[in-house]
């Protein structure tokens, strides 16, 4: 099994190299983004709690995100690794996800953070709102507070795990191939 957790602040391509890995190798793909837009589209209440706070930019409360995870992660030990994208952003977070996987005797191998100056996550992520649909994806002002929150509240996140000598980090300022070939160089190498 090889768990990887995939870094980085918003824009910084988690999302596309987390489904090329799955287009390489048999992972399965956890982005807790992907799950609480698919709870709005629902109109659950999770997915009513969440749309105001992501309409800001701010984070979703610890407990909904890692409920999120433990009902996904439950059973699922002898899947070939999972791709924890967009989570943990809070070292709560990343405590409770080593203690859920080691309840299941599994564990995290690598955090990999993609590097990508700030100038260019933004527009990318102006880019990826023109057809996202995203509403957080399309303002300037909440990109800036989700990348402010990342930088107050997530990046400690990677102290977690470099504590644990499973910690690297991949340039993406290239081609999604690029990074794509960098980022493969550390599939079960850890
Ligand atoms: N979000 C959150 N916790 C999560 C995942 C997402 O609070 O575990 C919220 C947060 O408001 C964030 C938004 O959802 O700004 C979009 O997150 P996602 O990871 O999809 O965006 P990305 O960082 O990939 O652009
Ligand atoms: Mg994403």
Do not use: C, W
């Not at 102006?126 to 996202?132: H, I, N, P, Q, T």
């Not at 300022?173 to 079960?188: N, V």
């Amino acid at each position: 099994m090889f768990n990887l957790v995939l870094f980085g602040p918003p824009g910084s391509g988690k999302g596309t190299q987390a489904a090329k890995l799955v287009e390489n190798y048999n992972f399965v793909h956890l982005s807790t983004g992907d799950v609480l837009r698919e709870e709005m589209r629902k109109g659950t209440p999770v997915g009513l709690e969440a749309k105001t706070l992501i309409d800001r930019g701010e984070l979703v409360p610890d407990e909904v995100v890692i409920e999120i995870i433990r009902s996904r992660i439950k059973g699922l030990n002898n899947v070939e690794g999972f791709i924890f994208d967009g989570f943990p952003r809070t070292t709560r977070q990343a405590e409770e996800l080593d203690k859920m996987l080691e309840e299941e005797g599994m564990a995290i191998d690598l955090m990999i953070t993609f590097d990508v100056d700030e100038d260019v996550i933004i527009s990318r992520i102006l880019e990826r709102g023109k057809d996202s649909g995203r509403a957080d994806d399309q303002n300037p002002e909440i990109i800036k507070n989700r990348i402010k929150i990342y930088h107050d509240q997530t990046v400690v996140v990677a102290h977690h795990y470099r504590k644990q000598n499973k910690y690297a980090s991949v340039n993406n300022m290239g081609t999604i191939d690029e990074t794509f070939s960098k980022l493969s160089k550390h599939i079960y190498k850890n």
